[in-house]
Nanobody, 123 residues
């Protein structure tokens, strides 16, 4: 089992940057594929990007491609999401999630979730 805690959210102006962190506790973090999701009010939870145990990444959601970058540091049991050139439409609660096996775009396939961190981008 793994526990996840996100941090790094906040209020930022359009064009700004934030770096989200997701710290994991528990065993065998390096064995989990990780995913970042986001959910805006009134909308479904949306897949942003995933990262494999190996460190290779999935495709990014089209809406964030070229602006967001996922990475992981297994020694620190942490996964990151660097978000640049933020837009108001990026406003959402951002969640990290963990699963065995390859990362997937369907949030229902992830067994472990953090509590989320709010990202608000003002225009």
């Amino acid at each position: 089992q793994v526990q996840l805690v996100e941090s790094g959210g906040g209020l930022v102006q359009a064009g700004g940057s934030l770096r989200l962190s997701c710290a994991a506790s528990g065993r065998y973090f390096s064995n989990y594929a990780m995913g970042w999701f986001r959910q805006a009010p009134g909308k479904e939870r949306e897949f942003v990007v995933g990262i494999r145990v190996s460190g290779s990444t999935t495709d990014y959601a089209d809406s964030v491609k070229g602006r967001f970058t996922i990475s992981r540091d297994n020694a620190k049991s942490t996964v990151y999401l660097q978000m640049n050139s933020l837009k108001p439409e990026d406003t959402a609660v951002y969640y990290c999630a963990a699963k065995f096996g390859p990362p997937r775009t369907d949030f229902r396939e992830y067994a472990y979730w953090g509590q989320g961190t709010q990202v608000t981008v003002s225009s």
